[in-house]
């Protein structure tokens, strides 16, 4: 393992975990640290060269000196991995991660080996907006706070039967601390502009690469319908439900998502085919 920054400017900082096999690209999404991919990275390291970094402005990269949008973001992830001198990746996003994700593969379609995008979408004013219970939780949230933000960030991320089910906290020590790094306000007003500019839909149809799809069925903060417009304008992509999880997906389903990630990356047949879990009513 080992971390570093971009020789060029601004600097991005990543975090390489892993020494052998195909390298993978983690992007994170909407004003989160590149860390919070360390669980679902570490049950893929010993099989697969795995990369997080943290978006311009987050963590221990630099500001952006302009607005970004997600193309320019796109670019951003890009010079990541020419300073890794890695010339084709395994791209993973997750929600304005995902969005990223999209960009590279249409952008940079030479660099991509498959595409993961994860409870994401194509764009347009309103798949911006979360479900009237997602929109009320981050209204509190941003009024109310870091603590308030931390406090409800496990009603964001899980459905609600999912928490009562749980023993104990939700999140182990080392998350909490990855969770609670706070954005400065200027990073999240950029990327929330970003967010509300991505528009892909049209384009969709020039993805050549596998592309995985994972949709959790009780996502709060991306529509799932979202994913299945994503299945009908991308030829040939693959679904993968997990009806019982919310927009923490990946933490939720981390043991399932890995498997189904070793497959996709392999190209094997029926990637897409994890027994999804069981819906919650």
């Known amino acids: 393992m080992h971390s570093a920054v971009t020789a060029t400017s601004p600097r991005l900082a990543y975090r390489v975990v892993g020494t052998e096999g195909e390298p993978v690209l983690f992007i994170m ?33 630099e500001p952006s000196p302009a607005f970004p949008t997600v193309a320019s973001m796109a670019d951003d992830a890009v010079r990541v991995l020419d300073d890794l001198g890695w ?8 929600s304005m991660g995902g969005m990223i994700a999209q960009e590279i593969g249409l952008r940079h379609p030479g660099r991509c080996s498959t595409l993961t995008l994860i409870a994401t979408h194509a764009g347009g004013w309103m798949a911006s907006f979360p479900a009237a219970r997602g929109a009320g939780l981050v209204a509190r949230g941003v009024l109310g706070g870091p603590k308030v933000r931390f406090r409800l960030l496990p009603k964001l991320l899980y459905h609600r039967r999912y928490l009562e089910r749980v023993d104990g906290d939700v999140f182990d020590p080392q998350m909490r601390e990855r969770l609670r790094v706070e954005p400065p306000l200027r ?28 949709r959790p069925g ?24 997990y009806d019982d999880a919310g927009h ?24 897409d085919g994890a027994t999804p879990s069981a819906s919650v009513a």
Request: net charge positive; proline share 4%.
């Open 87 to 94: 010339d084709r990746v395994h791209v993973v996003g997750l």
């Open 187 to 214: 990073t999240v007003a950029s990327q929330l502009l970003a967010v509300q500019r991505h528009r892909t839909e049209a384009r969709l149809h020039r993805l050549s690469m596998p592309v995985l799809l994972v």
């Open 29 to 61: 999404g909407f004003a989160m640290v590149g860390g919070v991919w360390t669980p679902l990275v570490n049950a893929l390291r010993g099989e697969f060269r795995c990369c997080h970094y943290d978006h311009l402005g987050l963590g221990r990269s």
């Open 218 to 241: 009780r996502d709060i903060l991306v529509n799932p319908s979202h994913t299945d417009r994503l299945a009908a304008r991308i030829p040939r992509a693959q679904v993968v439900r």
């Open 248 to 271: 923490g997906v990946t933490l939720q389903k981390g043991r399932e998502l890995a498997s189904v990630l070793r497959s996709h990356f392999r190209g094997e047949p029926g990637s």
